[in-house]
């Protein structure tokens, strides 16, 4: 059964810096893409950061794009999403979401986590 | 950025009815790269559909998707108690990912 536990979310100030975690079972992790996907309260859903299998290629939603860094450890099983500057508007749930093939680009969500809540406030 | 409206916001309807939610992209989605997701509250999302009329694994037949091009349909044959939640479509054809902004399907 594939599982994938979000964790490292928590109240944060502006400005400060955060680091989601997500660990994978279930499934050879290093054959796939993963992603995070957020979602702002009472709203909908927002696709944030890809990795390819092997790290190769990623990818970032322009409003993460130079904050956000995203990787992984297939070593672990983990995949992480470092989020820095962090804003109000970075408010949400942060899913981590595999995809169903190893790149990064055209792929959908096959599998999703429970998410991990960031909140951005002074 | 291909932008995706859904519509309508929201439908009520009952329990063994049909419900057709409908997914507009602003440019064409390549392939037909769309999918469906179904999410109730508290929970996360779950993958209905793939390339726009793929059902995913464990999904009953009364689900399905159709359309291509611009315009996408998800179609519900006849609703069951628990088919009651939102749906968001994405397109995946072209970077960045974006979804819809949701249907919310409400009992009647």
């Known amino acids: 059964e594939v599982q994938l536990v979000e964790s490292g979310g928590g109240l944060v100030q502006p400005g400060r810096s955060l680091r989601l975690s997500c660990a994978a079972s279930?499934?050879?992790?290093?054959?796939?893409?993963m992603h995070w996907v957020r979602q702002a309260p009472g709203k909908g859903l927002e696709w944030v950061s890809g990795?390819?299998?092997?790290?190769?290629?990623?990818g970032y939603a322009d409003s993460v794009k130079g904050r956000f860094t995203i990787s992984r450890d297939n070593a672990k099983n983990s995949l992480y999403l470092q989020m820095n500057s962090l804003r109000a508007e970075d408010t949400a749930l942060y899913y981590c979401?595999?995809?169903?093939?190893?790149?990064?680009?055209?792929?959908?969500?096959?599998?999703w986590g429970q998410g991990t809540l960031v909140t951005v406030s002074s | 950025e291909i932008v995706l409206t859904q519509s309508p916001g929201t439908l009520s309807l009952s329990p063994g009815e049909r419900a057709t939610l409908s997914c507009r992209a602003s440019?064409?989605?390549?392939?037909?790269?769309l999918a469906w997701y179904q999410q109730k509250p508290g929970q996360a999302p779950r993958l209905l559909i793939y390339?726009?009329?793929s059902r995913a694994t464990g999904i009953p037949d009364r689900f399905s998707g159709s359309g291509s091009g611009t315009d996408f349909t998800l179609t519900i044959s006849r609703l069951e108690p628990e088919d009651f939640a939102v749906y968001y479509c994405q397109q995946y054809g072209s970077s960045p990912k974006t979804f819809g902004q949701g249907t919310k399907l409400e009992i009647k």
């Open positions: 279930g499934f050879t992790f290093d054959d796939y893409a």
């Open positions: 390339g726009a009329s």
């Open positions: 990795i390819s299998w092997n790290s190769g290629s990623i």
């Open positions: 979401a595999k995809a169903y093939r190893y790149s990064v680009a055209e792929v959908y969500f096959d599998y």
């Open positions: 440019q064409s989605v390549s392939s037909s790269y």
